[in-house]
């Protein structure tokens, strides 16, 4: 099985069998489309749900807004022979993992019911909120979805001893 992965500002659009697509959240969401009957998928992973009103946003960073990057998923789905009314989503991230940063996570998953629901397009699954940062796998021709929370911490390890360099020798230190 061939691997795609995909960081903030990107997406994955799929029309082959036997290819995962994959990225890991926090505050983020990501949207799994597709097409039960074109066989065809796609994954965006968006940073916020869009700019604020004077908020100047160039070209470039526009994909890294939902109201962007769905945009940029559903057209290209569409230009690979899906239709938009048969659209079927996942819905992933939307964390409030960082207590400083406010309710991000949250905004951005109410962005995404808001935008699905704008668009009529079924939320088939949605796995948003909560505290975890999340790993999201999709198979795009078969519409099928796994999610996995990421523990909250990493587990305490025993240190381990670095190896220190000789004593001596012609190195001479300033």
Same mark, same amino acid.
Request: net charge neutral; proline share 6%.
């Given at each position: ?5 995909i960081?903030?500002?990107e997406?994955? @659009?799929?029309t082959?069998?036997?290819v995962?697509?994959? %990225?890991l959240?926090?505050? !983020?969401?990501?949207?799994?489309l597709y ?14 749900g ?6 100047r ?9 939902? #109201? ?5 998923? @559903? ?9 938009? %009314?048969?659209? $079927?989503?996942h819905?992933?991230?939307g ?8 309710? @991000? ?5 109410a ?11 079924e #939320? ?6 909560? %505290?975890?940062?999340?790993k ?9 979805? $796994? !999610? %996995? ?5 990493v587990?305490?390890? &025993? &240190?381990?001893? @670095?190896?220190?360099p000789? #004593? ?7």
């Amino acid at each position: 099985m061939r691997r795609v992965s995909i960081v903030q500002g990107e997406n994955a @659009i799929v029309t082959e069998p036997d290819v995962m697509v994959s %990225t890991l959240l926090g505050s !983020c969401v990501a949207a799994c489309l597709y097409d039960p009957v074109a066989k065809v998928g796609g994954m965006n992973h968006f940073l916020l749900g869009e700019p604020s009103a004077d908020h100047r946003v160039s070209a470039g960073d526009m994909q890294r807004y939902g #109201v962007h990057a769905m945009e940029l998923l @559903i057209n290209g789905l569409m230009a690979k022979g899906a239709m938009r %009314t048969r659209l $079927r989503a996942h819905l992933y991230g939307g964390a409030n993992i960082v207590s400083g940063l406010g309710s @991000i996570g949250s905004s951005n998953a109410a962005f995404a019911h808001r935008f699905m629901a704008d668009e009529g397009i079924e #939320v088939a699954h949605a796995d948003l909120g909560g %505290t975890s940062a999340r790993k999201v796998e999709f198979l795009p021709h078969e519409g099928k979805s $796994r !999610c %996995t929370k990421v523990a909250d911490r990493v587990p305490d390890r &025993p &240190p381990v001893p @670095i190896a220190l360099p000789p #004593v001596g020798g012609d190195l001479e230190l300033f």
